[in-house]
């Protein structure tokens, strides 16, 4: 018997909920499971569309068109049990389903028209507008380079949009991006700054534009603007939904034109999944393309240049170049093929031939040498002969504080530096050493990893020569540890919290030496909490030690090191540091073969983020249970997991 569709369609509005991932897409298809073979009927094509929904967005995109031909077939069939919410639904996965035959070059040219054309007869039957078919009709042109790709650009963008329309921080990207593929940059920069001012979110935007906008200000002469694009791109990367292998390529593509040739490899090893096994064959070669002709313009002056890659076959970027030519020659001939037209070959040549700026391009926030003052302007130039005492320069740290609470964090890095500068120079270490750590937070923030690392190093050295005691450097040290492993120094950070470790691990190195031998009894609580503090930093650094060891890839120790960081944070309550600890331990285990040990912990991590109600934290790690369990054959168990988050 079937439970009521109230409840059916509020179970599945609860997948939605979740992020993206393994368990959404395990919640989901046992749900279309359940309402195909129990109802109610009228929750079928709601369950549907959520299912498409997250093998789309979850990366899994050929997935996808399994359950939206059964959606099609049931809309056909029974449109009675579609309401308006569940058409928009409908119709909205259409537009990515069309998109996506496109991405694969098995399918035939003809059956991608024909799908258009049903597209276009389906919107035309409900009465929908018509700007999302003429949009597929000129994504399709774009994708075969057919001599009307410019007169299917111009009819989109003459189209009204209306409810099945781009979103409205997608359409301007799209626009821009046929702007600059068609040498139009100037006006793709005027499109894109234009927009931005509004501030446009989406689940792929602002990342997305902004990866094709410091391109576009690179060819034009304009790099510093390419550099503060690139920091920005890079901060909202971080937080967008799906693989974006385009944008990851163009920053590649950045870095190497630029000359900072360690960080494009840093990039590379990263995204390096990608590189195998792309969300769409599309994709793939996209990236394919970038990291390529990347390598290619890296070779040119270090060849061998190494690489650390773990499925690719290649150890310096010549080697890397050579085989990424060897699998995109392949995949662009397919694509040509189907099209008919060599409009890939010719992409892929443009994209083997990219231009290295002149000399290197500092990228960095902080800068090895400081610059000096400001100089006065031309208003204070133009003052009387004696105007009376000069107003004091503002006070660098105060400058600071405001510059970080306004937002403009690059500015606050350079003011907490020089904050630093003035610290050092009055004999006050300790202010110094935490005034380069404010600056190194800063630059951290967005995405200047090289200078944060130089910042938290020097931070470092000027808190022990201060006398600052561990427990306040340690959060200093553990803050730098992201950043050093980002730069490739993870080993002398690891150095760092070893040490740390060791002190913390001395109860005496907190006792301030003039500590009077018999403390008063009012004391007593002070010096408890101060115990307390010391072994909470001490569990800390702990965790942050087996992550940098997770890093370096010393996954054994990396494993039992956060397993024991787990059970230490479980011990003294912390919950949701306990968790994280477990995930993590899970995860390692899972490498390390230790198969019931990592379900073990990723459960531990499941069960501590249902104690806090994170939701969300709770769905991914579930998702890493998920993907272990199904891997070693255990998919009962794995729908059993999925089955839980909606309990």
């Known amino acids: 018997m ?27 298809q046992g749900l279309v499971a359940e309402v195909e073979a129990e109802g109610p009927p009228e929750s079928l094509a709601y369950a549907y569309a959520t299912l498409v929904e997250a093998y789309v967005w979850g ?47 098995a399918v035939p040219a003809e059956q991608i028209e024909q799908t258009l054309q049903d597209m276009a007869r389906r919107y035309a039957l409900a009465g929908n507008g018509t700007d999302a078919v003429a949009h597929q009709r000129y994504v399709w042109a774009a994708a075969r380079g057919s001599a009307d790709v410019e007169a299917a650009y111009d009819a989109w963008v003459s189209t009204a949009r209306d409810d099945y329309s781009q979103c409205e921080a997608c359409d301007p990207g799209d626009r821009a991006a046929h702007l600059f593929e068609t040498g139009r940059p100037e006006e793709g920069i005027r499109l894109l700054e234009r927009v931005l001012q509004d501030d446009p979110r989406c689940a792929t935007e602002p990342a997305d534009m902004l990866s094709w906008l410091q391109l576009a200000y690179l060819d034009v002469g304009r790099v510093e603007d390419a550099v503060r694009t690139h920091r920005r791109a890079l901060v909202h990367l971080d937080a967008a939904e799906g693989d974006l292998t385009g ?11 630029t000359g900072n040739v360690q960080a494009a490899v840093r990039r590379i090893e990263a995204d390096q999944r990608w590189l195998t096994s792309g969300t769409t064959p599309r994709r793939r070669l996209d990236l394919l393309m970038s990291v390529g002709g990347a390598a290619q313009l890296i070779a040119a ?68 040498t400081l610059a000096p003052a400001p100089a006065p302007g031309p208003q204070a130039a133009a003052q009387p002969a004696d105007p009376g005492p000069s107003p ?70 000027l808190l ?103 059970e230490a944070y479980a011990g003294i309550g912390a919950i949701g540091d306990a968790a994280h600890a477990f995930w993590l331990a899970g995860r390692l285990l899972g490498r390390t073969g230790a198969v019931d040990e990592a379900v073990w912990h990723l459960e531990s991590a499941v069960e501590g983020f249902a104690m806090l109600r994170d939701r969300d934290q709770q769905s991914r790690a579930a998702g890493d249970l998920i993907d272990l369990l199904r891997e070693h054959g255990r998919a009962a168990q794995a729908d059993e997991v999925a089955r839980g988050l909606m309990s």
């Not at 359950?67 to 409908?90: C, I, K, S, V, Y």
């Not at 944008?247 to 034109?257: D, F, I, S």
């Not at 540890?481 to 109860?507: F, I, K, M, N, Y």
């Not at 101060?530 to 060891?549: N, P």
Request: contains cysteine.
């Open 2 to 28: 079937s439970r009521p569709r109230h409840e059916v369609d509020h179970e599945i509005g609860r997948v939605r909920q979740m992020p993206y991932g393994q368990a959404r897409s395990t919640a989901a």
């Open 59 to 105: 990366s899994e995109v050929e997935k996808a068109f399994v359950p939206f031909t059964r959606a099609l077939r049931w809309a056909d069939e029974h449109p009675e049990h579609l309401d308006d919410g569940d058409w928009h639904m409908h119709f909205w996965s259409f537009k990515w389903m069309v998109a996506d035959l496109m991405e694969y070059p």
């Open 247 to 257: 944008a990851r390529g163009r920053h590649v593509e950045l870095l190497a034109r």
């Open 301 to 368: 002056s270090v060849p061998d240049l190494p690489v650390t890659l773990s499925e690719v076959p290649a150890t310096t970027v010549a080697e890397l170049a050579a085989w990424c030519l060897a699998q995109a020659r392949p995949l662009a001939d397919a694509f040509d093929l189907r099209n008919g037209t060599p409009s890939v070959r010719d992409e892929m040549t443009r994209r083997w031939s990219l231009r290295a700026e002149p000399h290197r391009v500092e990228l960095s926030v902080l800068s090895t």
């Open 392 to 461: 004091e320069p503002p006070d660098p740290a105060v400058e600071a504080e405001r510059l970080a609470r306004s937002g403009d964090l690059e500015a606050a890095a350079v003011a907490y530096q020089r904050a630093a500068q003035d610290a050092v120079a009055a004999g006050r270490l300790a202010d110094a050493g935490f005034a380069h750590a404010e600056a190194a937070r800063c630059a951290q923030l967005v995405h200047d990893h090289e200078g944060a690392h130089r910042a938290y190093a020097r931070a470092g050295e």
């Open 464 to 566: 022990r020569a201060g006398g600052v005691a561990p427990v306040f450097r340690g959060p200093v040290v553990r803050a730098w540890a992201p950043s050093a492993v980002e730069v490739g120094e993870g080993e002398q950070v690891l150095s760092e919290l070893e040490r740390l470790t060791a002190e913390l691990t001395d109860p005496r190195s907190d006792t301030p030496s003039t500590a009077p031998v018999d403390p008063p009894a009012a004391d007593e609580d002070l010096e408890r909490r101060a115990d307390a503090g010391r072994r909470r930093e001490l569990v800390d650094v702990a965790d942050t030690t087996a992550r940098t060891l997770g890093a370096l890839g010393r996954v054994d120790e990396a494993a039992r090191g956060a397993g024991a960081a787990a």
